[in-house]
């Protein structure tokens, strides 16, 4: 009951809707990050939006558009509540909003170069099949990121392919080749790989175990 006296009396006007958009988001945002912390081994759906030739580093995902939306909300409400008007909120939101998300996508950029360091050896990757994480341009013409096993982990690594058409978010897709230390070269799988890899699952799980 408190809460929702506290809720409806939320004044001034815009309040409800800077503190509603600060909650949901700092809660997507928090969501994603535990899981970060737990090995990365689970994301949301994110966005199909093109990033272009600098493959954006997560900055449309989910997890970008929740860090632009957690320093809008929270900033919004703050300089409401601080008693200056509206378009002067929604302006001073915008720009914490942009700064925030600027800030999360070169801190996101710095954990996948953690990622890289050491002993990942991305030629483990080849032959493996990966999900699409941020779209891939045709023809090399820019880079995108997939999700793929390498050593045991799932990893994000930039991604190339030499595919006619653009590839979208959540494409299946085989890497074929390591490009330099940190970008793969990928292609998607035609039904004849899909056939192939389904005939050699049964296959395996036939030999393992036989008829009596």
Same mark, same amino acid.
């Given at each position: 009951?408190?809460?929702?006296? %506290? %809720?409806?009396?939320?004044?001034?006007?815009?309040?409800?809707?800077?503190?509603?958009?600060?909650?949901?988001?700092?809660?997507?945002? /928090?969501?994603?990050?535990?899981?970060?912390?737990?090995?990365?081994? /689970?994301?949301?759906?994110?966005?199909?939006?093109?990033?272009?030739?600098?493959?954006? +580093?997560?900055?449309?995902?989910?997890?970008?558009?929740? +860090? /632009?939306?957690?320093?809008?909300? %929270?900033?919004? +409400?703050?300089?409401?509540?601080?008693?200056?008007?509206?378009?002067?909120?929604?302006?001073? +939101?915008?720009?914490?909003?942009?700064?925030?998300?600027?800030? /999360?996508?070169?801190?996101?950029? %710095?954990?996948?170069?953690?990622?890289?360091?050491?002993?990942?050896?991305?030629?483990?990757?080849?032959?493996?099949?990966?999900?699409?994480?941020?779209?891939?341009?045709?023809?090399?013409?820019?880079?995108?990121?997939?999700?793929?096993?390498?050593?045991?982990?799932?990893?994000?690594?930039?991604?190339?392919?030499?595919?006619?058409?653009?590839?979208?978010?959540?494409?299946?897709?085989?890497?074929?080749?390591?490009?330099?230390?940190?970008?793969?070269?990928?292609?998607?799988?035609?039904?004849?790989?899909?056939?192939?890899?389904?005939?050699?699952?049964?296959?395996?799980?036939?030999?393992?175990?036989?008829?009596?």
């Amino acid at each position: 009951m408190k809460m929702l006296e %506290w %809720w409806t009396n939320l004044e001034p006007e815009g309040m409800q809707t800077f503190v509603t958009i600060g909650l949901a988001s700092s809660l997507v945002l /928090f969501i994603q990050m535990i899981f970060i912390l737990l090995g990365g081994s /689970f994301d949301l759906p994110d966005l199909d939006l093109d990033t272009g030739s600098g493959g954006g +580093a997560g900055m449309f995902s989910v997890r970008g558009i929740g +860090a /632009f939306f957690t320093g809008f909300g %929270w900033t919004g +409400a703050s300089v409401l509540d601080l008693g200056y008007s509206l378009p002067l909120a929604l302006i001073a +939101a915008t720009v914490v909003g942009a700064v925030t998300l600027t800030v /999360f996508v070169l801190m996101m950029r %710095w954990l996948h170069s953690l990622r890289s360091d050491g002993t990942m050896d991305y030629s483990n990757a080849l032959n493996q099949i990966g999900s699409v994480y941020v779209p891939i341009p045709p023809r090399r013409e820019g880079i995108g990121q997939i999700e793929v096993l390498v050593q045991e982990r799932v990893t994000t690594v930039r991604a190339l392919t030499d595919n006619e058409e653009r590839i979208g978010n959540r494409t299946a897709v085989k890497v074929v080749e390591l490009i330099d230390e940190r970008t793969l070269l990928v292609e998607t799988l035609s039904p004849k790989s899909r056939d192939s890899d389904t005939d050699s699952s049964a296959t395996g799980t036939t030999d393992q175990n036989p008829s009596s």
